[in-house]
Nanobody, 119 residues
Framework: QVQLQESGPGLVKPSQTLSLTCTVS??????????WSWIRQPPGKGLEWIGY???????YYSPSLKSRTSISRDTSKNQFTLQLSSVTPEDTAVYYCAGSYSDSSFEHWGQGTQVTVSS
């Protein structure tokens, strides 16, 4: 049973960097052809894909967020992290980590964590 758990601060100040960690259990983030994504949902809006880190370590980011986004991993801890810099209140959202196999839909989701950007 693959399980994902988000962790990190629930409150971030404007202009600072949002940092979240996803801990994966029950499966390795280096398993072939798996992609590990960050997705967010602002209040009252739909899901927005942020980016992924692949099983190989390659990353790809949403064009709209690319300049502010960095996803990395620690394979020894089976974790991957999101860093979103220069945050504004528009970055307030529930943030999810999720895993997908190849081109399939996201089959593994964390429970989500609320992040509020406010001074």
């Amino acid at each position: 049973q693959v399980q994902l758990q988000e962790s990190g601060p629930g409150l971030v100040k404007p202009s600072q960097t949002l940092s979240l960690t996803c801990t994966v259990s029950g499966g390795s983030i280096t398993t072939n052809y798996y992609y590990w994504s960050w997705i967010r949902q602002p209040p009252g809006k739909g899901l927005e894909w942020i980016g992924y880190i692949a099983y190989s370590g390659s990353t790809y980011y949403s064009p709209s967020l690319k300049s502010r986004t960095s996803i990395s991993r620690d394979t020894s801890k089976n974790q991957f992290t999101l860093q979103l810099s220069s945050v504004t209140p528009e970055d307030t959202a529930v943030y999810y980590c999720a895993g997908s196999y190849s081109d399939s839909s996201f089959e593994h989701w964390g429970q989500g964590t609320q992040v509020t950007v406010s001074s």
